[in-house]
């Protein structure tokens, strides 16, 4: 099946930092969406972004699906930013499944 | 906004008990899922239904049925629930087609002691 890697793992910034969060998936997809776990486990939708790129407040995202990648940027971060991120894709003709990356951990601290 | 809302945050129930997940979505939605989430595992398709009385197993559909019996509810059986059951169970409701959103309910906490 696919696979969906998420880079870094855990990342700890100071508030007003910025950062960028990775996903690389193996197979061709249809489907890529943004997802941030709140503390209390709910999933927030960020961003439907199967390709190119979009721009919400603090938060921008692009998809290169031709490369099998997509890349999650939060500027000016705010400690309310931490969570644990998710991209989650469908695999082009696979079904209905959205399959779950591995996560970023964000701690965001003052 | 889509509204998927699920029945309880927090559950906690006894081994060899018969659990029931509900959960809720409002936007007319044909497919429903559930996930399970467990540290080091990450979030794993139990069961999936495309439309009223139709499912379809998923990753780990083992120890778990479903009901559909209206468009809008989707609901996760334990038939008998065991330990290794405890997990954080998590909804999502997503219109047909291809290139569609899927939202998510707050989760399910359950313990199984």
């Known amino acids: 099946g696919i696979q969906v890697e998420q880079s870094p793992p855990d990342l700890i910034l100071q508030e007003g930092a910025n950062s960028t969060l990775r996903c690389n998936f193996s197979d061709s997809v249809n489907n890529l969406q943004w997802f941030h776990q709140n503390p209390w486990g709910q999933l927030i939708n960020l961003f439907y972004i199967p390709s190119g790129t979009k721009q919400n407040g603090r938060l921008s995202a692009t998809t290169v699906a031709t490369e099998r990648y997509s890349l999650l940027y939060i500027s000016s971060s705010q400690t309310t930013d931490s969570g644990v991120y998710f991209c989650a894709v469908r695999v082009t003709g696979g079904g209905n499944k959205l399959t779950f990356g591995t996560g970023t951990q964000l701690k965001v601290e003052l | ?113």
């Not at chain 2, 018969?18 to 794993?44: I, S, T």
């Open chain 2, 1 to 113: 906004d889509v509204k998927v809302t699920q029945s309880s945050r927090y559950l906690v129930k006894r081994t060899g008990e018969k659990v029931f997940l509900e959960c809720v979505q409002d936007m007319d939605h044909e497919n429903m899922f559930w996930y399970r989430q467990d540290p080091g595992l990450g979030l794993r398709l139990i069961y999936f239904s495309y439309d009223v009385k139709m499912k379809e197993k998923g990753d780990i559909p083992e120890g778990y049925s479903v009901s559909r019996e209206k468009k809008e509810r989707f609901s996760l059986i334990l038939e008998s629930a065991s330990t290794n059951q405890t997990s954080m169970y998590l909804c999502a409701s997503r219109e047909v087609g291809p290139n569609t959103e899927a939202f998510f309910g707050q989760g399910t906490r359950l313990t199984v002691v």
